[in-house]
């Protein structure tokens, strides 16, 4: 399999503080690739460092099988990219940016730019200055701009902020189709974990700098995420009968009334019958899945807080 | 290169800096025109056509220099200030070359601003003369075509000359900065001391010119290796 980007142990000090330490990651070909991370985990540095805007203190960056160098350029064709905040010639109108963007990447289709306005849903912007436009259209905008060369790699970074509902799910049926029909490979960074949830195919998690993992969504799915959740006042005698009377071993008590069952060999039906024949009473059980912002709590350690 | 010239154009309108040029030129001439009055006990302020077509190139390049600083905040400071940078150093061009691109349109700019004021400039003083007669007899032709030659070496300079803000706004990013360092340098050209200014030579001006070329250079030596924040 060959990764588009693949970073080895990679970090970078800010002015003694390190801000991303030790990456290893690995985006293969053709995936939605997730970041995920709370503010000021270093999503932002981490793609600077992909597109050669900061460069790491150690470490080595991979970019489509070639060593990223302090002076390469060439692979930047094959690169699209929001960084931060969508960024253009405040001055100049939408239209205007998307044709300076082309004549610097070397693309000359005009059929382009209208194509990718359409595509991000940015038609009726008339002769506005790009600087009297919402965060929202802005967005869009920088979307546009990013796939206008149909690029073989994607980066955006929080690509979803500023946007409205509709534009939001606008824009993830927009990714599955980049990258189902123009085959793009795809890093999306979020804070919102349920945005991610649902386009990405891999999910690394970043805290503090750390890469805490790198985990594909299927193998997520069947790390026990599947559970049946029983809420009852009798939690140990529930426990007991699930181990002894139904050989039950992989279940977790949470708190006093609550247990969880990861074992998918007993239906819900199953459990009732054999938890009300002994008397406990059952207050609700339910069949549930772990969801990724979960997942997500559970890796970071829950509770701890970020500014 | 043209390319990333013409690019460069498409950017940034300059009509602000045609006007600010014309309204500078103005200006300038119509001091000409007064200094003659400004005697000094007695003594006239210009002795020659020389002497007068020389302080009036001075002029413009003091002015010229300035409006240099400007045009290099524009198109460089200003690009890492509203972080549009970011954006141009992520296209495949070499980040050198894009700015040395810049640089090459900011020094014709120059060159070219500075050639037309001087030439407007001493066209009007001649004509104002030739009404007024601060200065007695005729222009003579070999004096104007030295001065000529002389003006276009020191015009020539003070462009390289007017990049060496450059160096001093790039380390802060800052236009302020590259601006009041601009005026400094201005300062230290124009000063005279009994007649004898830095500029009225022509090898000084001339290695100062390439002096501020090479510097302007170093301010962007290093930019593959800078991090963009």
């Known amino acids: 399999m060959s990764y588009v980007v693949s970073t080895r142990q990679v970090s970078k000090i800010f002015k003694g503080k390190e801000v991303v330490s030790d990456v290893s990651m690995n985006i293969q070909r053709g995936q939605v690739y997730g970041l995920l991370g709370p503010n000021g985990a270093g999503k932002t540095t981490l793609m600077k460092m992909l597109l050669n805007l900061v460069k790491p203190t150690s470490g080595e960056i991979e970019m489509f099988g070639e060593k990223l160098m302090p002076g390469s350029v060439d692979l930047f064709k094959r690169i699209g990219s929001i960084i931060e905040y969508p960024i253009f010639y405040e001055k100049m109108t939408a239209k205007e940016n998307l044709e300076l963007h082309c004549e610097y990447m070397g693309f000359y289709n005009k059929h382009a730019i209208l194509e990718a306005l359409e595509l991000v849903n940015l038609t009726s912007i008339d002769d506005k200055a790009v600087g009297d436009f919402s965060l929202g259209m802005k967005q869009r905008l920088g979307m546009a701009r990013a796939i206008i060369t149909k690029p073989e790699l994607l980066i955006l970074d929080e690509p979803i902020n500023g946007l409205d509902p ?139 807080k970020h500014a | 290169m043209l390319k990333l010239i013409q690019l460069e154009m498409k950017k940034q309108k300059l009509g602000w800096y045609v006007r600010g040029a014309g309204i500078a030129i103005i200006i300038i001439s119509f001091f000409m025109w007064l200094m003659p009055y400004a005697e000094d006990n007695g003594e006239p302020t210009f002795t020659s056509y020389a002497d007068a077509l020389s302080i ?137 001391n009994k007649g004898y200014t830095l500029s009225s030579s022509v090898t000084i001006p001339l290695i100062l010119g390439i002096i501020g070329f090479l510097v302007a250079y170093l301010s962007f030596r290093n930019v593959d290796k800078a991090d963009i924040v």
Not at chain 1, 246 to 272: A, C, H, P
Request: net charge positive; charged share 20%; aromatic share 8%.
């Open chain 1, 166 to 304: 509709v534009g939001i799910k606008e824009f993830r049926s927009l990714l599955r189709m980049l990258s189902k029909e123009y085959r793009m490979t795809l890093l999306v960074s979020s804070h919102l974990l349920s945005e991610i949830e649902q386009v990405a195919d891999t999910i690394g998690i970043l805290q503090g700098g750390r890469f805490i993992r790198e985990v594909s969504m299927n193998d997520m799915r069947s790390e026990n995420t599947d559970y049946i959740e029983i809420v009852t006042p009798h939690c140990k005698k529930a426990a007991f009968i699930l181990e002894n009377q139904l050989g039950v071993s992989n279940f977790k008590i949470i708190g006093d009334t609550m247990v969880r069952v990861y074992e998918s060999r007993w239906t819900q039906q199953e459990l009732t019958k054999a938890l009300v024949l002994n008397d406990v009473e059952i207050e609700s059980l339910n069949h549930k899945h772990t969801s990724l912002e979960e997942y997500f709590m559970q890796q970071i350690g829950g509770g701890e």
């Open chain 2, 56 to 192: 009036g190139g001075l002029f413009v390049r003091a002015v010229f220099i300035v409006f240099g600083s400007v045009l290099l905040s524009r198109f460089i400071i200003d690009e890492y200030k509203t972080k549009t940078v970011s954006v141009m150093f992520t296209y495949p061009i070499a980040r050198k070359k894009l700015i040395m691109a810049k640089m090459l349109l900011i020094l014709f700019l120059i060159l070219v601003t500075m050639i037309i004021a001087t030439v407007i400039v001493s066209l009007v003083f001649l004509a104002v003369n030739s009404h007024y007669h601060f200065l007695p007899g005729k222009p003579d032709g070999t004096v104007l075509l030295h001065m000529g030659i002389q003006l276009f070496i020191q015009t020539l300079s003070a462009a390289g000359i007017s990049l060496i803000p450059l160096y001093f706004g790039m380390r802060k990013k800052s236009v302020p900065t590259t601006i009041v360092s601009s005026v400094i340098l201005m300062g230290l050209l124009s000063s005279s």
